[in-house]
């Protein structure tokens, strides 16, 4: 078991340019999440899904889209990158049971 | 809405002192309270559930639903307890969404 997986671990955007953050977990979770970690404000939910094909907002989803087309993979995409989106990001998957599992992080910055 | 409060940002303590980190939430209902464990530059892993009632390495937290509080405890702290904290709550009516408070750092000085 990998458990949850998230690429790239690091990576340098300019303003504006889009990307997509993936994640994807090996345990059969039916549910998944996205949260930035910013210094002094904690973990803040971006989005998060209950299912494939079942998408809802957190607490700081504007930027950022995901989809959910099978419940392996649960990707992020910016957009349109903003300074204000450099970030720590984390992906979670849980069953409704259960704790939830994190990925290692994807360190982010905008510039 | 769901709320979390960890009032303190930064706590310190020598090794073998008690140590108490605050969790304060709001929720109407009854919420699933979690204690999160983040080593530096390590992924988020579990610490505690309240219903678990279980002690991880140590440490132990009660729900306290007149205060709705959720304090992590641990009687005498070691060095390698030495990180960041964070208690988060899931709503039982929709597991899929979870509020973290903004973490407390814990230093354990030797």
Redesign the interface.
């Known amino acids: 078991n990998a458990g949850v997986t998230q690429t790239p671990k690091f990576q340098v955007l300019k303003t504006g340019q889009s990307m997509t953050l993936q994640c994807a977990q090996d345990m059969n979770h039916e549910?998944m999440?996205w949260?930035r970690q910013d210094p002094?404000?904690?973990?803040?939910?971006i989005h998060?899904?209950?299912g494939a094909g079942i998408t809802?907002q957190?607490?700081v989803p504007n930027g950022y889209n995901v989809s959910r087309s099978t419940t392996e993979d649960f990707p992020l995409r910016l957009l349109s990158a903003a300074p204000s989106q450099t970030s720590v990001y984390?992906c979670?998957s849980?069953t409704?049971t259960d704790?939830?599992y994190?990925?290692?992080?994807t360190r982010l910055t905008v510039l | 809405a769901q709320r979390v409060t960890?009032p303190e940002?930064l706590l310190s303590v020598f090794k073998g002192a008690p140590v108490e980190l605050k969790c304060n939430y709001s929720y109407s209902g009854s919420p699933e309270l979690?204690w999160?464990v983040q080593y530096s530059r390590?992924?988020?892993?579990?610490l505690l559930?309240h219903i678990s009632r279980e002690s991880i390495k140590g440490f132990t937290a009660d729900l306290n639903k007149g205060e709705t509080s959720f304090h992590l405890k641990k009687p005498f702290a070691q060095e390698e307890d030495s990180a960041m904290y964070?208690c988060?709550l899931t709503s039982t009516t929709?597991?899929?969404?979870?509020?973290?408070?903004?973490?407390t750092t814990l230093t354990v000085k030797p």
Do not use: C, H, W
């Open positions: 549910y999440s949260y002094g404000m904690g973990l803040r939910l998060y899904s209950v809802d957190g607490e984390f979670a849980r409704v704790t939830q994190f990925g290692p992080g | 960890q940002k979690f999160y390590q992924r988020l892993q579990l559930r964070y988060a929709n597991a899929g969404k979870s509020t973290f408070g903004d973490g």
